[in-house]
């Protein structure tokens, strides 16, 4: 547990609650956790360890839409440097020009993993 820091949390409580934009009512400061809230999120920072409550902050199914939208604009983006990359452009631009592309591509692929494992 926290032990002597619960006190010390406790006692900025209010603090806490306005830096973090969390509601101070419902702020809990516990020396020890008995049982995790369901649907949260775990955060630890030195012997203090943080849950945060997900149910009812997020909305699941515009996160997803979200991702969605943002992953097909992404495609769209790997699409066109692929097709870019395959012209003549590669052969005919400076070589740093062309890079750069490749560069581009790459953090779009990259990107692109993260949202798909993000989706799952």
């Known amino acids: 547990g926290a032990g002597e820091k619960t006190n010390l949390l406790k006692a900025q ?3 806490i ?14 020396e020890v956790i008995h049982k995790k809230p369901e649907q949260s ?7 203090v360890e943080i849950h945060l ?6 909305d699941r199914e ?10 097909a604009n992404i495609e769209s983006q790997i699409d066109r440097l692929e ?7 590669a052969n005919k631009a400076p ?16 990107t692109a993993e993260k949202i798909k494992a993000q989706l799952k």
């Open 62 to 71: 515009a996160a997803r839409k979200q991702l969605t939208k943002e992953l």
């Open 17 to 30: 609650a306005a830096l973090t934009g969390l509601d101070a009512v419902r702020l809990q400061i516990e």
């Open 83 to 89: 097709k870019l990359l395959a012209s003549d452009f």
């Open 41 to 47: 999120m775990a955060q630890v920072v030195g012997p």
């Open 13 to 15: 409580s209010s603090v």
């Open 53 to 58: 409550p997900l149910a009812g902050m997020i």
């Open 95 to 110: 070589a740093p020009v062309v890079q750069k592309e490749r560069d581009k591509l790459a953090g779009y692929k990259d």
